[in-house]
């Protein structure tokens, strides 16, 4: 505290404190107990004839989860979903037939 006789200027005040510095965001977490499954795709040349899918082969029985036709080439691709414990049957298709690789 400081007490003014007029003469001699106040001492400046102190800087404020500054805010919290807040986390960056994470992908939500999954509830009970259920756990976050990823996955990733890297497209080829033809992008457009990728597709796939995640199938629940013990719960539900259907598709979980499910990507493409892509629209960039050689381009990185991820999705998640939060799953059981549990086997999963993962399928990856190529519509004209040739694979996906390379230069094709």
Do not use: H
Request: glycine content about 12%; overall charge negative.
């Amino acid at each position: 505290v400081y007490i003014s006789d007029g003469l001699v200027p106040a001492p400046p005040s102190p800087p404020p404190t500054p805010a919290p510095v807040t986390p960056a965001p994470t992908l939500a977490s999954c509830p009970g107990a259920q756990e976050m499954m990823e996955v990733q795709i890297q497209t080829d040349n033809y992008p457009g004839e990728t597709t796939w899918t995640l199938t629940d082969k013990c719960g539900s029985g259907g598709v979980i989860l499910e990507g493409g036709p892509y629209g960039s080439a050689n381009t990185p691709f991820s999705s998640n979903v939060c799953a059981n414990d549990g086997r999963y049957e993962f399928q990856i298709n190529d519509t004209y037939g040739d694979g996906i690789c390379c230069g094709y």
